[in-house]
């Protein structure tokens, strides 16, 4: 009967608009599903670092490699929030990151594409920031606060980043016919993998209908994809490039774009880790955590030796 109790407090506070904080008692379950998105989504954060940081060598003036390092230190900042904000809930930092790199966990799908031009960078900053900041804005109001707090300066910082890319297509829309082509084909290979980000339709989500009465989601999956691909269609038009899928319409009753159908299987197999990039991805992290030994081995003895002159001059 005491349980019920606590579980009925606790929902009443969720409704509300009251922050849940890392002493307040929570059900194991809300606990779990926050561990579980927090920590996949710091690994999309650091993950996602890998297809931009191909580029940093290659950039094509001093100023795009300027913003492109920024971007992606931006990326590895969020990561650290938000490992941080997985670890008020009790789970070790190590932990997750053994999981990453031991393939168990999951990370955003987009990720596992390869970049093969410069048209790549600016593609990502509009199609892949701008879905990411579709899908964020609406966690800076989720109902754990230490998430909620690290999503706002996420969200500014993705806000620049999107603007950065949209920048450098309008500037390649402005070039040579090859630069054109060079955008229009970014656009054919990124947009389906952009708008599978959101994830599963509605019906095969889950997890959806806990995380929305958690409030820790605020819109489903399928609002947020029909949001992302209304705004980007308008996008579309301004930069003079063709959205690859002839099913893509303005539906004047619905007063959203109609689509066509996403290809869910080459989803789920990517996300199982089958898709162009998986396995190099993973590589590259478990090398970085590998070769960052010595890092992490001299700030261990470091951090001793002030505690034990601490201890000596106290
Ligand atoms: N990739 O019931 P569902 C960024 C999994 S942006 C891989 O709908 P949920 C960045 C899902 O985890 C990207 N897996 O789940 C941008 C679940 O599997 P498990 C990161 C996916 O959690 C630019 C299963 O499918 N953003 O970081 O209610 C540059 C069923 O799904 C994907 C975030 O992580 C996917 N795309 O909703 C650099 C935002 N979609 O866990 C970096 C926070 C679904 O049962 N996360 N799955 O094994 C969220 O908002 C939600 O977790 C999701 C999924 C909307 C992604």
Redesign the pocket.
Known sequence: MKDINIEDQFQAKIDAEIKIEPKDWMPDEYRKTLI??IS??AH??IV?MLPEGNWITRAPTLRRKAALLAKIQD?AGHGLYLYSAAETLGVARIDMLNDLHSGKA?Y???FNYPTLTWADMGTIGWL??GA?IM??IP?CRCSYGPYSRAMIRVCKEESFHQRQGYEILLTMMKGTDAQKRMVQDALNRWWWPAI?????NDAE????KQ?MAWKI?RFS?DDLRQKFIDVTAEQAKILGVTIPDPELKWNEERGHYDFGQINWDEFWEV?KGNGPCNRERLEARRQAWEEGAWVREAATVYAEKKARKNQEAA
């Open positions: 579980r998105q996949q989504h999309s954060e996602g990326e999951k955003s799908s987009i892949v920031d990411a899908n964020q966690l599978s980000m959101f994830g599963p989500s889950p997890h959806s995380s989601k999956n996300v």
